[in-house]
């Protein structure tokens, strides 16, 4: 057995990537929906009334699988897992080690819980932003239809880093940093929420993984509808300048944007887009992290007390 202190690492590590590589595919169509420029258009509107037909998930959907198969629908895998692997374990870790510092001499309080799992996902960002820039414009490119329209993909992550520094600098692999620090809130309240049922539903481990998965689930689902506009705020900042999507027929366009700061990118796409464009593929990202968030706590616990 692993010794104590890495087994939240070892445990955090293996449920990213078994929540990661299950619900990868949701993420690939919700990354899609959020970098949409298209203005947002009422349901069922189309061309024959004089406006546009709206972008969706299903028919986002449709398009990977038209141009890129089924394959398509898991883009991005390497960066994902290795992200999320890394993120969770890494944030367990840090979460667990800054917890035992403190709860030696004192009891710890929902305010100290959430300050932890903030700072243990501020160190995360930090560490991982690099990754998951990687991650959203890996699940952006095409390689088919990249070959026609002459814009080179990134062949693999080494490859990405590559030529992210050479064609835009270093500190390029940090942008939308703002924004991802700014969503470290989700982990303050997920532990809190965590701490709490550990401590008051001290039954049968079967019931507390119940109770936990759906707190959890109800938790994660809040959150993210809150702060959902930060995600999409960071993902135009991070995507790359010479990209493709889709339009609303489900074909393919070259597209060359550039958002540069925050507070521009917010502006921007309120002023382009409305409201409504801060959350596109909110529908997708709420099937998705629900699950994700309950299937990554599952796998923590049972592997906690097994490794224990």
């Known amino acids: 057995m692993?010794?104590?202190?890495?087994?939240?690492?070892?445990?955090?590590?293996?449920g990213g990537v078994v929540s990661t590589t299950l619900l990868l595919p949701l993420d690939v169509i919700k990354v899609r929906l959020q970098v949409n420029e298209s203005p947002a258009s009422p349901v069922g509107s189309d061309q024959k009334h004089g406006r546009k037909r709206r972008?969706?998930?299903?028919?986002?959907?449709?398009?990977?699988?038209?141009h890129e198969g089924f394959r398509g629908l898991w883009v991005g895998w390497t960066p994902a897992v290795i992200g999320?692997?890394?993120?969770?374990?890494?944030?367990?870790?840090?979460?667990?080690?800054?917890?035992?510092?403190?709860?030696?001499?004192?009891?710890?309080?929902?305010?100290?819980?959430?300050?932890?799992?903030?700072t243990a996902g501020g160190v995360m960002v930090l560490m991982t932003n690099p990754i998951w820039l990687i991650k959203i414009r890996m699940q952006l490119q095409m390689k088919r239809a990249s070959e026609l329209l002459n814009i080179k993909p990134y062949r693999?992550?080494?490859?990405?880093?590559?030529?992210?520094?050479r064609?835009?600098?270093?500190?390029?692999?940090?942008?939308?940093?703002?924004p991802a620090l700014l969503l470290t809130s989700h982990g303050g309240v997920q532990f809190v929420v965590y701490e709490y049922?550990?401590?008051?539903?001290?039954?049968?481990?079967?019931?507390?993984?119940?109770?936990?998965?759906?707190?959890?689930?109800?938790?994660?689902?809040?959150?993210?509808?809150?702060?959902?506009?930060l995600q999409?705020?960071?993902?135009?900042?991070?995507?790359?300048?010479?990209?493709?999507?889709?339009?609303?027929?489900?074909?393919?366009?070259?597209?060359?944007?550039?958002?540069?700061?925050?507070?521009?990118t917010i502006k921007r796409v309120?002023?382009?887009?409305?409201?409504?464009?801060?959350?596109?593929?909110?529908?997708?990202?709420?099937i998705r992290v629900a699950p994700g968030a309950a299937i990554t706590f599952v796998v923590y616990e049972a592997l906690m007390d097994y490794l224990d």
């Open 2 to 14: 692993p010794s104590q202190s890495l087994s939240p690492l070892i445990a955090g590590f293996t």
């Open 55 to 66: 972008l969706g998930a299903t028919r986002v959907m449709q398009g990977i699988v038209k």
């Open 84 to 118: 999320s692997a890394v993120s969770w374990g890494g944030y367990f870790f840090f979460y667990e080690s800054f917890k035992k510092q403190l709860s030696a001499s004192d009891v710890l309080s929902s305010l100290d819980n959430f300050a932890l799992a903030c």
């Open 156 to 165: 693999n992550i080494g490859d990405a880093v590559a030529t992210i520094v």
């Open 167 to 178: 064609e835009e600098g270093p500190l390029a692999l940090y942008k939308g940093v703002g």
């Open 197 to 229: 049922l550990k401590k008051h539903f001290r039954f049968q481990r079967i019931n507390r993984e119940e109770t936990g998965r759906a707190t959890q689930g109800i938790t994660k689902r809040l959150q993210n509808t809150v702060t959902y506009p």
């Open 232 to 264: 999409t705020i960071k993902a135009r900042m991070q995507q790359r300048s010479d990209a493709l999507e889709f339009t609303a027929d489900g074909e393919v366009r070259a597209v060359r944007r550039d958002y540069r700061g925050l507070f521009s």
């Open 270 to 286: 309120f002023r382009q887009e409305g409201f409504v464009g801060f959350f596109k593929g909110c529908i997708p990202n709420a």
